[in-house]
């Protein structure tokens, strides 16, 4: 029981074709996020959600848009995919920070490794 | 600006010595939260440790401790004893604004490749 799974786990596409990534958990966690991984840069940040309908803008969110309809579900679409969208995507969730500021950490999914030919 | 650096792309190390991985950031937010993360081939990531900006004391958790020195805004990971699992990638991440908020964003650095030698 992984708390938070990624589908699909890879894919391949062609360009200008439309891709959604999707994540679903089952912690109830508020936040989520997503992020694609490239060499040289680290992990991004593309868009996050705060809850149900309430998303907002990572540092590189130009070609992607994103949905929350559910607790549960953080789609991630690339309306017209182009190679430069090859990468890898993680999502996350975290809950929040407590009055402390603490927090159990943030838990990342598998990771989708998403090519576009 | 980078809000975290992470200076060394690949890090060496003999097996069973001690490593430190270099990790400085800059905010202005008197309130935020430093990770580190680890990467290995098979492409997980994996939380290591956690320091408050406001923790006095600082962070360890078995074989890893984090040198978090406030005033020169940096955030070392050192791991003891390195074993040969511990090659991998290691990310530092911050979070700022852990005082209240309407996101909790993590922001990385590039990352530094850890090869454990036998």
């Known amino acids: 029981d992984a708390g938070i799974t990624q589908s699909p786990r890879h894919k391949v596409t062609e360009t200008g074709t439309p891709v959604t990534l999707r994540c679903h958990q089952t912690e109830n966690h508020r936040y989520m996020y997503w992020y694609r991984q490239d060499p040289g840069h680290g992990l991004r940040l593309i868009h996050y959600s705060y809850g149900v309908k309430d998303t907002d803008k990572g540092e590189v969110s130009d070609g992607y848009s994103v949905s929350r309809s559910k607790t549960e579900d953080f789609l991630l679409t690339l309306e017209s995919a182009t190679s430069s969208q090859t990468s890898v995507y993680f999502c996350a969730i975290s809950e929040s920070a407590g009055v402390a500021g603490r927090i159990h950490g943030y838990t990342f999914g598998s990771g989708t490794r998403l090519t576009v030919v | 600006a980078q809000k975290i650096t992470q200076t060394q792309p690949g890090m060496f190390v003999q097996e069973k010595e001690a490593v430190t991985l270099d990790c400085t950031y800059d905010?202005?937010?008197?309130?935020?939260?430093l990770f580190w993360y680890k990467q290995p081939s098979s492409g997980e990531m994996i939380f290591l440790i956690y320091?408050?900006?406001?923790?006095?004391q600082n962070a360890t958790e078995g074989r890893y401790s984090l040198n978090f020195q406030k005033a020169r805004k940096s955030a070392n990971l050192v791991i003891s004893a390195s074993q040969l699992g511990d090659s991998a990638m290691y990310f530092c991440?911050?979070?700022?604004?852990?005082?209240?908020?309407?996101?909790?964003?993590?922001?990385f650095g590039k990352g530094t490749l850890l090869t454990v030698n036998p």
């Open positions: 320091q408050g900006s406001y923790d006095q």
């Open positions: 991440a911050m979070r700022e604004g852990t005082s209240g908020g309407s996101n909790y964003k993590l922001t």
């Open positions: 905010t202005s937010d008197p309130s935020y939260g």
